[in-house]
């Protein structure tokens, strides 16, 4: 069972990982015109998928 309080950093930590995804995005545009991918995907992904794990 989760905490309030868990359930608030849950929430909080996806939320900068979405701003972080937005902030790479001209990074992750560039690196991929030179062939390297940027997987910040997986890591949205991830903490989207904890944060619905903490609902009730």
């Given at each position: 069972m989760t905490t309030r309080a868990h359930?608030?950093?849950?929430?909080?930590l996806y939320q900068l990982t979405i701003l972080l995804?937005?902030?790479?995005m001209?990074?992750?545009l560039l690196t991929r015109q030179a062939?390297?991918?940027f997987p910040i995907h997986r890591?949205?992904?991830?903490?989207e998928?904890?944060?619905?794990?903490?609902?009730?």
């Open positions: 359930r608030a950093a849950m929430f909080t995804g937005i902030l790479l001209p990074i992750a062939g390297v991918s890591v949205i992904g991830r903490m998928a904890a944060y619905e794990r903490t609902q009730p």
